[in-house]
């Protein structure tokens, strides 16, 4: 691969990025397939080791952009209504509503509630099957700290889930290893009927995300 920006060009990381990307047959399938990234296949094979996506349902993604696990589902599962929502813009996809917007903010929660008639009263039912959340902070190099701030989204997206999700539904989240997830992960099998804490083939190996697939939701 050529790289025409002088300036990336003398980057070595940049450098390193691109020459990643151009042997990674993950970013190739991507391209031949018509996903908008490589982190599709993340979803794609959870959803065939654990079947938790179906037709007809209300689908959450959170961290969506640039799009590719909402491209999934609306591809797979046409019946499916997805509400995304990113700091970053997506181009549309058709059949999900995007809101541009840092899902820790009482603006973005406020949207969510009104869009998916979320319940003020716990004795309520709530509405949602499945919340996916493939958030990541920006890391800056020290695991801790990188860590640390991984747990907070985790938590905020857990805390949300517990909100919205139907009695039965499924929560998918993005982790980071790390000594302190093993407390969140105890707290998320008291609320599931079943919990897998694991890597996907797509993440990259050198990566420290883990996903959590929470199926059974009870309360």
């Known amino acids: 691969m050529k790289i ?4 990336i060009a003398a980057h ?3 450098v390193a990025w691109l020459q990643r990307q151009a042997a990674d047959p993950y970013v190739a399938r991507a391209h031949r397939d018509g996903y908008r990234a490589r982190a599709a296949y ?64 009482d603006a973005a929660l406020e949207w969510l509630v009104q869009k998916l008639n979320l319940p003020t009263d716990a004795a309520q039912n ?9 958030m990541a902070p920006n890391t800056v190099g020290h695991k801790k700290t990188d860590h640390l701030r991984q747990m907070v989204l985790l938590e905020y997206a857990f805390d949300f889930a ?24 105890k707290q998320i099998k008291s609320k599931f009927d079943t919990v897998h804490h694991i890597k996907p083939p797509a993440s990259r190996k050198d990566s420290v995300e883990m996903f959590i697939v929470a199926i059974g939701y009870h309360g």
């Open 4 to 7: 025409l920006n002088k300036k």
């Open 126 to 134: 709530s509405t949602v099957d499945v919340v996916l959340s493939d």
């Open 42 to 105: 993340k979803l794609i094979e959870m959803d065939e080791r654990f079947h938790f996506l179906k037709n007809g349902q209300v689908v959450v993604d959170l961290g969506a952009a640039p799009g590719s696990w909402s491209q999934y589902v609306m591809r797979t599962y046409p019946r499916s209504r997805v509400f995304a929502m990113d700091l970053l813009e997506i181009t549309p996809i058709n059949g999900v509503e995007f809101y541009q917007g840092d899902f820790t903010t």
């Open 162 to 185: 517990q909100r919205a999700l139907k009695h039965g539904g499924v929560f998918v989240a993005k982790s980071f290893t790390g000594g302190t997830t093993g407390e969140l992960i």
């Open 12 to 14: 070595k990381s940049s």
